[in-house]
């Protein structure tokens, strides 16, 4: 269709990157799969920032209040945190941590490092570098800037209620995914019909053999990011071949007795010139290590040994495994009920929140490849390599959170905690009391009370309501505005924000004048919330772990000034300030910190400390606008729009911030096939 750059049907960004495309093969097919599944399928994987922050807190601490304090704020299985099923679906060691287990393996703190993968080849690495994460992208000495991989985003969301619930006697559903906004999107709409298959969805563009969230013939499906724990860290002994003595550099490892090779590739970049870019076409070459466990993160010592830090993920070079899954769910032969659609579902490795609506049923069903760990690792932290420490097998189908047609009525999921007892992964520590799927469950229960039931317009309504919600204010500032309540000096910003939480804490512009509704609100909490390196979320820990509250490493906001539309996803910040203030002021608490951390167990040192973050809060806004009173502070709404990255020629432009998915299915069948 476009043998070269002149050809009429050749899209321009080809001329512009002046590159002719080539045949697409059954191989590309599979390099996308396995970025896709690479990047939006997986959890785990922080077991070294985990360590480090242990380490950080048994310095400070000493050992037994260290443990007790990381299993506070690890939130590894919460009693209040919001879930998609009450059914308890144990999963992973809920003991707390033990450091003292055989496997586990700590990274010196400090200790001497050498780059894993992606380094720049022909380059000098920095010295001195604490990160033993690889990177995500590489600044090149001219100036560019190449990405290794997209970032990925929440996928949100689901809101699926029984016929019981609804005014048709019938299920009802609005699901969707968000995967980010792009020109042109990365999900491409499709409808497939042929022997064995009939469906209409949307798919990874690339990857889109099948139907990935959609609809058959008499139900649908979508998903929501589960990020259950798939990824271990592993710490792999480094040799040399020659068996001279091993460093930080050698690219050998041990396998039992023998030193084995790390498999070394060279991944090449060409920068072509553009009418943006001018210039000579330069070429960049990178080097990516791997072990039999998996890519090399970077090298370093325990214990003084040098060692290898590894990422192994369980569905790594298995990638299209999954596609039995989803050729299952396009299959109307295969999918005839809530029960086939959760054995279909369980054929999908990724790690994926899934959800079903027919006539009859609705159903949730959570994925995923997940190891069994041995018992002599502690999952939250690196662990040894061998067959000691190594994977014991899979959990099974019924060892996976699922429900059909559960009590309540409904299912709801915005990427919160799958089910009780379910653990979350190592790099996930924001399953605790607040989560943004409240805003959509209290929505939904609120139009469900009582007698009352819901048509597919009061469900679509709940989830647009929920879409304009700030979900970080609407659940903080309640006991926020408790521990400042009788500070005079601070009256006028606490009626403020009283009354934009009253009104449902939204960013909308609903009468369409260019600003919010209470834009004075939102700018004063904004900046209260964080300000450069001021933050009250940080204050109200600050009085026990003084400095930690700058090591604790969980980013304090989900902010849409972010541009991506994806907001208040997965911040552990929230449910921090919440659960703690409420034990601090007396209030009910169900997993209570084993202590208080706001004034370090003083309520009135507490209440001071909030009540100080508010006036320099208001002092900083103040200034910064220049103006003499709160109700005068003004917020650019446009901060918030939702900018797509324009991946080809033409752009698209911004829109007005909401937190939705970016396709939506709005689902009611009336019929279906004889059962």
Known sequence: LCPTLLAPSCPGEYAALQEVPEDWTRADVVYVASLVGGIFGKGGGGEVRNAAWLQALTEKFGRREALRTYDDLRAENDPEAPVTTTVRTPYGDLSGLDPSKPGVALPDVDGPTAPGSGTLLGRKAARGSTSLQAPTAIDLPDGTRLSFALEPQGMSNAILVTGEESTTGKPLAVIGPQTGYFAPQLLVEQALNGPGIAARGVAFAGTNLFVQLGRGVDYAWSATSASSDNVDTVVERLCNVDGSRAKVTSTGYRVGRTCRPMKSNTHTETTTPNATAPGPPKTYEFRVLRTRHGIVQQRTTVDGTPVAIVSRRSTYGHEVDSVIGFGQLNDPGSVRDAASFQRASSNIDFTFNWFYADDRDISYYSSGLLPIRSPKVEPDLPHWAGKRFGWKGWLDFAGHARETNPESGYLVSWNNKQAPGFAAADNVWSYGPVYRSLALEDRLRAATAGDRRVDLADLTGVMADAATVDSRAAYTLPMLLKATSGDKKSAAARGLLRRWLRDGA????????????????????????????????????????????????????????????????????????????????????RGAYHRVYCGDGSRKKCRNAVANSLRKAVARALAAQDVDRVGALTYDKHEDDIRSTAAGLIGVRPIDWQNRPTFQQVIAFEGHRPR
């Open 506 to 589: 939204h960013r909308v512009d609903r009468d369409r004048d260019g600003s919010y509704a209470h834009e004075s609100a939102i700018a004063l909490f904004d900046t209260w919330w964080e300000s450069g390196r001021a933050s009250v979320a940080k204050d109200v820990l600050r009085g026990r772990l003084g400095r930690l509250v700058q090591q604790l490493p969980q980013g304090i906001d989900d902010h849409p000034r972010l541009g991506i539309g994806s907001a208040w996803n997965g911040i552990a910040w929230y449910g921090y300030v919440d659960k703690d203030l409420r034990n601090a002021l007396g209030e009910p608490v």
